[in-house]
Nanobody, 115 residues
Framework: QVQLVESGGGLVQPGGSLRLSCAVS????????MGWFRQAPGKEREFVAR????????AYADSVKGRFTISRDSIKNTAYLQMNSLKPEDTAVYYC????????WGQGTQVTVSS
């Protein structure tokens, strides 16, 4: 059974940085992509970033372009989200998603940006 475990969330001041990690355990046949989504209180879950596994091609939501960077380590089966210049509106629960023959979600990690 595939499991995704996120880590790295926390409380940070505006302008600060955090790095989220998403570690994959269990058997995956062929990872197509991994991505990050977020959900703020009272809002729908939204796309943040995605990276293809074979070619490491990234894609970002307009709201995070230039501030967030997604990467992956294919040996460690781990995806990362480096978040810089954080804003209060980045506050949300961040979820990792893996796509191979089906989709899998992590349990989420809280990111709070506040002074």
């Amino acid at each position: 059974q595939v499991q995704l475990v996120e880590s790295g969330g926390g409380l940070v001041q505006p302008g600060g940085s955090l790095r989220l990690s998403c570690a994959v355990s269990g058997r995956t046949f062929s990872i197509s992509s991994m991505g990050w989504f977020r959900q703020a209180p009272g809002k729908e879950r939204e796309f943040v970033a995605r990276i293809t596994w074979s070619g490491s091609v990234p894609a970002y939501a307009d709201s995070v372009k230039g501030r967030f960077t997604i990467s992956r380590d294919s040996i460690k089966n781990t995806a990362y989200l480096q978040m810089n210049s954080l804003k209060p509106e980045d506050t949300a629960v961040y979820y990792c998603k893996l796509v191979d023959s089906q989709s899998y979600w992590g349990q989420g990690t809280q990111v709070t940006v506040s002074s």
